[in-house]
Nanobody
Framework: QLQLVESGGGLVQPGGSLRLSCTAS????????IAWFRQAPGKEREGVSC????????VYAESVQGRFTISRDNASNTVNLQMNRLKPEDTAVYYC????????????????WGRGTRVTVSS
């Protein structure tokens, strides 16, 4: 059974950093395209970043470009999202998702989802 578990969320001040992790069980993440999405209160879910299973290429939403970095750690079957220079508008529940097809940042393309980890950016 494919299972994804997010961790690393919490409360951080504006300008601070957090590192989210998405750990898989039941399958090997390096065979899947992995994406991070987020959903803020009262807003629709939006794509944040994704990483290819084929060549490790990455895509970022314009709102996080230059501040967030997605990476794979195949040894631990984990995909990380390093978030720097956090802003209050980054406050959301962050989800990771997996697909064997390249869904970029289109949520409907990802059939496997974790339960999310909450990130709050506030002073």
């Amino acid at each position: 059974q494919l299972q994804l578990v997010e961790s690393g969320g919490g409360l951080v001040q504006p300008g601070g950093s957090l590192r989210l992790s998405c750990t898989a069980s039941g399958f090997s993440l390096d065979n899947y395209y992995i994406a991070w999405f987020r959903q803020a209160p009262g807003k629709e879910r939006e794509g944040v970043s994704c990483i290819s299973s084929r060549d490790g290429s990455t895509v970022y939403a314009e709102s996080v470009q230059g501040r967030f970095t997605i990476s794979r750690d195949n040894a631990s079957n984990t995909v990380n999202l390093q978030m720097n220079r956090l802003k209050p508008e980054d406050t959301a529940v962050y989800y990771c998702a997996a697909s064997d097809l390249n869904g970029y940042l289109w949520a409907n393309a990802y059939p496997n989802w974790g339960r999310g980890t909450r990130v709050t950016v506030s002073s």
